[in-house]
């Protein structure tokens, strides 16, 4: 049987806290850092499930067509929406392969609305709406492990062929059991009883930036630590650009990098090509025949 929700060790007081508001600020700090730090611990544990759920998700990806769905609700939902509202700026990942999705839709990033986590046919409804299919990947996060339209999200997706993932800070929890590939991040009680924003969601955003982050680089959108289809573009960005251009192509001065992203609208990938001598259209079509991997591009351009 699953938890109960009053058995769950995240909503658990522990006793050596309670006198946390006796505590002098200094004390206070360093209990709540060393919680902190607890949650990496809880990541390192869970880092084999992630290496299972990155290599499934890359696979399943990786075909072209699929989108990466990211659901939650209340705190949990925030940092999934979060993290997904970063893919497009920093690895170029397409707008039309993310779906972010939020107990409560929008409103319910900037405030907390009641009940709609307990909203099961809601959820399922919106996996229904979204056309959730077999190309897609859904990552479902929830630190009690227990949230019914969370649930519901993940079986409802599940049942449509979804490759599913589920994130819990709780052992023995219904999302976990609904997830092809569970991964639990045990982070225990709260030094702040049942305050899951606190160690419980440290542990899911850093699960998250590793989760994302190696996903998108299996997919190809790097060069070793570069992020070569790296989309926000201003001022700051645009200086980038060019360093990261001359990371790939370390013999360019800033004229010819900025001659050869102008040619490539900005893209870095298309524009090392470019600079290497191949003309924009048909470095697109390399890279489309390469998995858009900037690599192997780059050696087949140079053979």
Do not use: Y
């Given at each position: 049987?699953?938890?109960?929700?009053?058995?769950?060790?995240?909503?658990?007081?522990?006793?050596?806290?309670?006198?946390?508001?006796?505590?002098?600020?200094?004390?206070?700090?360093?209990?709540?850092?060393?919680?902190?730090?607890?949650?990496?611990?809880?990541?390192?544990?869970?880092?084999?499930?992630?290496?299972?759920?990155?290599?499934?998700?890359a696979?399943?990806?990786?075909?072209g067509?699929?989108?990466?769905?990211?659901?939650?609700?209340?705190?949990?939902?925030?940092?999934?929406?979060?993290?997904?509202?970063e893919?497009?700026?920093?690895?170029?990942?397409?707008?039309?392969?993310?779906?972010?999705?939020?107990a409560?839709?929008?409103?319910?990033l900037?405030?907390?609305?009641?009940?709609?986590?307990?909203d099961?046919?809601?959820?399922?409804?919106a996996?229904?709406?979204?056309?959730?299919?077999?190309?897609?990947?859904?990552?479902?996060?929830?630190?009690?492990?227990?949230?019914?339209?969370?649930?519901?999200?993940?079986?409802?997706?599940?049942e449509?062929?979804?490759?599913?993932?589920?994130?819990?800070?709780?052992?023995?929890?219904?999302?976990?059991?609904?997830?092809?590939?569970?991964v639990?991040?045990?982070?225990?009680?709260?030094?702040?009883?049942?305050?899951?924003?606190?160690?419980?969601?440290?542990?899911?955003?850093?699960?998250?930036?590793?989760?994302?982050?190696?996903?998108?680089?299996r997919?190809?959108?790097?060069?070793?630590?570069?992020?070569?289809?790296?989309?926000?573009?201003?001022?700051?960005?645009?200086?980038?650009r060019?360093?990261?251009?001359?990371?790939?192509l370390?013999?360019l001065?800033d004229?010819?990098?900025?001659r050869?992203l102008?040619?490539s609208?900005?893209?870095?990938?298309?524009?090392?090509?470019?600079?290497?001598?191949?003309?924009?259209?048909?470095?697109?079509?390399?890279l489309?025949?390469?998995?858009?991997?900037?690599?192997?591009?780059?050696?087949?351009?140079?053979?």
């Open positions: 049987m699953p938890a109960t929700t009053e058995r769950r060790a995240t909503e658990t007081i522990d006793a050596t806290s309670s006198d946390l508001d006796l505590r002098d600020t200094e004390e206070i700090l360093a209990t709540l850092l060393a919680s902190q730090r607890g949650a990496a611990d809880a990541v390192e544990r869970a880092r084999a499930a992630l290496e299972r759920a990155v290599t499934a998700s696979a399943r990806l990786g075909r067509e699929g989108r990466l769905v990211l659901a939650g609700a209340g705190a949990s939902g925030r940092l999934a929406v979060q993290d997904g509202a893919l497009w700026p920093t690895f170029g990942w397409p707008a039309a392969r993310t779906v972010l999705a939020m409560g839709g929008e409103q319910a900037v405030h907390s609305i009641e009940g709609v986590e307990d099961a046919r809601g959820a399922s409804d996996v229904a709406a979204a056309s959730i299919g077999a190309s897609d990947v859904v990552v479902a996060l929830a630190a009690s492990g227990g949230s019914p339209w969370t649930c519901a999200w993940l079986v409802a997706a599940r449509a062929g979804a490759l599913t993932i589920g994130m819990a800070n709780n052992a023995g929890t219904p999302l976990l059991a609904a997830a092809e590939h569970p639990l991040l045990e982070t225990g009680p709260e030094v702040l009883a049942g305050s899951t924003r606190m160690a419980a969601g440290t542990a899911q955003k850093i699960a998250l930036n590793l989760f994302s982050t190696t996903l998108m680089i997919l190809n959108r790097t060069w070793g630590n570069l992020m070569v289809d790296m989309a926000a573009a201003n001022v700051k960005l645009d200086a980038r060019i360093r990261l251009l001359q990371g790939v370390p013999h001065d004229a010819a990098a900025r050869a102008d040619a609208g900005g893209w870095i990938k298309l524009a090392a090509l470019v600079a290497s001598g191949e003309a924009p259209d048909a470095g697109r079509a390399r489309e025949r390469c998995g858009g991997s900037l690599r192997k591009a780059l050696t087949a351009l140079e053979s």
